[in-house]
């Protein structure tokens, strides 16, 4: 790593607080050091700081999730979905969310034979299939732009959600400086972003949920981690964003079947539905179904 990049490392890892990356731990996930990364204590299948996907990763999952399926198919699902067709960030992420919902389509030989068929990146009914990770922080490098995203989660070597801290004195700063953060990345490593589903800011204890089009007001906190009873008094607004959000089951459903796309001539919006219920504080228990 170069001075450059250990510098701004350093700088970043101060900025997480360990109830997050703690949380994660809790509700599963793998949860990794990129300076234990860099030293080697851990592989996790990346040639270099401009890769986003980790390769070994995705390779790995897909053949356990789909495995009456050749190596070509594989081979072949991989490069579609990292292929970056255009320059227009959100036509990039409708493209890869329709691999994510859709599978990807594929087509190979069987007994010289063309078989049409779908290779899918998500184990939907065994959670045990999909690969969890968390990496804190991680370098990205795009051209000449070098950044270091506080958290990155990635389920099965794709990285669907971005975490940004940030803790100035003042509140209503602290989550427009992560705003204002998020758009400068967007700006300038646009590749990482091909594949999110959600973004989090957040300032020591308290968290904010958003995605790619969402504006600075629209950034919301997050209410309930079933979505049937509401935490108890003196719970986090991270600890209720994380296991609510992040739960493993719970992430797949929102990823899968409540992120929606809506065009509106040129223009693409991206929105996380639910949101009334699970952003809205209530004090009595809900009488909604749980998730």
């Known amino acids: 790593m170069t001075r450059k990049l250990r510098r701004r490392f350093d ?7 360990p109830s997050l990356l703690t949380w994660f731990e809790v509700i599963g996930y793998t949860v990794l050091l990129e300076s234990d990364i860099a030293l080697g204590k851990h592989q ?3 040639s270099s700081y401009s890769d986003v996907v980790l390769y070994q990763r995705l390779h790995k999952a897909l053949q356990k999730i789909n495995p009456t399926k050749p190596d070509e198919a594989i081979a072949a699902a991989i490069h579609q979905v990292t292929c970056i067709e255009s320059s227009d960030l959100l036509e990039n992420n409708l493209r890869f969310h329709k691999f994510l919902t859709d ?4 087509e190979y030989l069987d007994d010289e034979e063309i078989v049409y068929d779908k290779v899918w990146l998500i184990d939907r009914s065994n959670l045990l299939n999909n ?3 968390a990496i804190h922080p991680l370098t990205v ?5 070098v950044h270091c995203p506080d958290v990155v989660v990635f389920i099965n070597g794709l990285p669907l959600a971005i975490i940004v801290s940030n803790h100035p004195s003042n509140e209503r700063a602290t989550f427009q ?3 204002r953060q998020m758009q400068s990345y967007f700006k300038q490593i646009p590749k990482l972003f091909s594949y999110n589903t959600l973004l989090v800011i957040t300032c020591q204890n308290r968290a904010r949920v958003g995605t790619l089009t969402s504006d600075w007001q629209e950034f919301l906190p997050w209410y309930t981690i079933d979505g049937e009873d509401f935490p108890p008094k003196g719970a986090t607004e991270l600890e209720v964003l994380i296991q609510g959000i992040f739960d493993k089951r719970r992430f797949l459903e929102q990823v899968l079947h409540l ?4 065009k509106n001539g040129t223009s693409i919006s991206k929105k996380l539905l639910r949101r009334p219920f699970c952003t809205t504080k209530q004090h009595k228990k809900s009488s909604r179904q749980g998730w």
């Open 177 to 179: 400086a992560g705003y």
């Open 103 to 106: 599978g990807v389509e594929v």
């Open 131 to 133: 690969d969890w990770l």
């Open 259 to 262: 992120i929606v796309f809506e």
């Open 11 to 17: 700088v970043t890892q101060s900025v997480v607080t």
């Open 44 to 46: 996790i299948g990346r």
């Open 141 to 145: 490098v795009e051209g000449n732009h």
